[in-house]
């Protein structure tokens, strides 16, 4: 079993910058792949990022290459989603997700509660 805990969002102007913060409970996390999602109103919940295990390898949605960077520390159990150049249209509430095996946009099997992220134009 894994426990996640977002922390980090919040309310910024549009070219600016956040970072998420995943802390990770529970037991064998870095043996997890890790991964951030996000949902905007009305819409479904689509992936963003993930990171493989030992945080060689990296994955991200189209939309946020060359913006986000997502990285790991497991030795403080956590993952981050670094943000810049944020957009109005990156607001959504932004998950934590783990899951065993290699980096795929579904089939995560833990989660987060979610933090908001707001851009305002």
């Known amino acids: 079993q894994v426990q996640l805990v977002e922390s980090g969002g919040g309310l910024v102007q549009a070219g600016g910058s956040l970072r998420l913060s995943c802390a990770a409970s529970g037991r064998a996390f870095s043996n997890y792949v890790m991964a951030w999602f996000r949902q905007a109103p009305g819409k479904g919940r689509e992936f963003v990022a993930g990171?493989?295990?030992?945080?060689?390898?990296?994955d991200y949605a189209d939309s946020v290459k060359g913006r986000f960077t997502i990285s790991r520390d497991n030795a403080k159990i956590t993952v981050y989603l670094q943000m810049n150049n944020l957009k109005p249209e990156d607001t959504a509430v932004y998950y934590c997700?783990?899951?065993?095996?290699?980096?795929?946009?579904?089939?995560?099997?833990?989660w987060g509660q979610g933090t908001q992220v707001t851009v305002s134009s």
């Open positions: 990171i493989s295990w030992s945080g060689g390898r990296t």
């Open positions: 997700a783990a899951k065993s095996g290699i980096i795929l946009t579904t089939g995560y099997d833990y």
